[in-house]
């Protein structure tokens, strides 16, 4: 069974913090995404990987970096964390683009809170 | 500026009646569209992909359609049930093969 796994499902972290959101699948997916969520907004996609050590920005990602050093993780980086990043993050992965069934697959999310 | 509408409202319904969700976009030309089913504190869930030359798509309970002149997708739960109680996103594909969501509309069902 596909697999997408993050590895917290709550952080409390103060303003100007360094935080890394972790992200794992099992699936052998070349493209891994993180998206925010927040009420009323859907899901913005902030960094898109389509190899190891490629990277693509999304819609919002001011204050955002991310790293792919192996294909199965997928990092996102809040390099000094502010109140307005206080959201819930999603990381999916696909099968490459050439295919016209590019259905995500979803981790269950990691909820942060920046106080 | 493109724009991606579900039902703003929340929808309630009892149970086995049918529930009809509408995504409505603008300023999009998807090749094709899908639907998502969200649980509190989860992620998104794949359900459903329609292309856009297919009117309309079922599986089990669950019928879309897709209809791009009026850039409108209706996504169908018949004969409800409690347990089909959560949010449904749409997606639509861009031209660089990246998804736009919705912001979902939520589904209660009751008993």
């Known amino acids: 069974d596909v697999k997408v796994t993050q590895s917290s499902r709550y952080l409390v972290k103060r303003t100007g913090e360094k935080v890394f959101l972790e992200c794992v699948q099992d699936?052998?997916?070349?493209?891994m995404f993180w998206y925010r969520q927040d009420p009323g907004l859907g899901l913005r996609l902030i960094y898109f990987?389509?190899?190891?050590?490629?990277?693509e920005k999304g819609d919002i990602p001011e204050g955002y970096s991310v790293s792919r050093e192996k294909k199965e993780r997928f990092s996102l980086i809040l390099e000094s964390a502010s109140t307005n990043q206080t959201s819930m993050y999603l990381c999916?992965?696909?099968?490459?683009?050439?295919?016209?069934?590019?259905?995500?697959?979803f981790g269950s999310g990691t909820q942060l809170s920046v106080l | 500026s493109q724009k991606i509408e579900q039902n703003s409202e929340a929808l309630n319904i009892q149970e086995g009646k049918t529930a009809t969700l509408t995504c409505n976009y603008t300023?999009?030309?998807?090749?094709?569209l899908q639907w998502y089913r969200q649980d509190p504190g989860r992620g998104p869930v794949f359900l459903l992909l329609?292309?856009?030359?297919?009117k309309e798509k079922r599986k089990e309970r669950l019928k879309v359609t897709f209809d791009t002149t009026l850039k409108q997708s209706l996504f169908h739960i018949t004969a409800s049930q409690p347990a089909d109680s959560a949010t449904y996103l749409c997606?639509?594909?861009?031209?660089?093969?990246?998804?736009?969501f919705g912001a979902g509309t939520t589904v209660t069902v009751r008993a």
């Open positions: 999916a992965s696909s099968v490459a683009p050439t295919t016209t069934n590019e259905k995500l697959f």
């Open positions: 699936m052998d997916h070349e493209n």
């Open positions: 990987s389509y190899d190891v050590k490629m990277k």
């Open positions: 300023n999009y030309s998807p090749a094709y």
């Open positions: 329609i292309r856009e030359n297919e």
């Open positions: 997606a639509l594909v861009r031209d660089d093969y990246k998804l736009s």
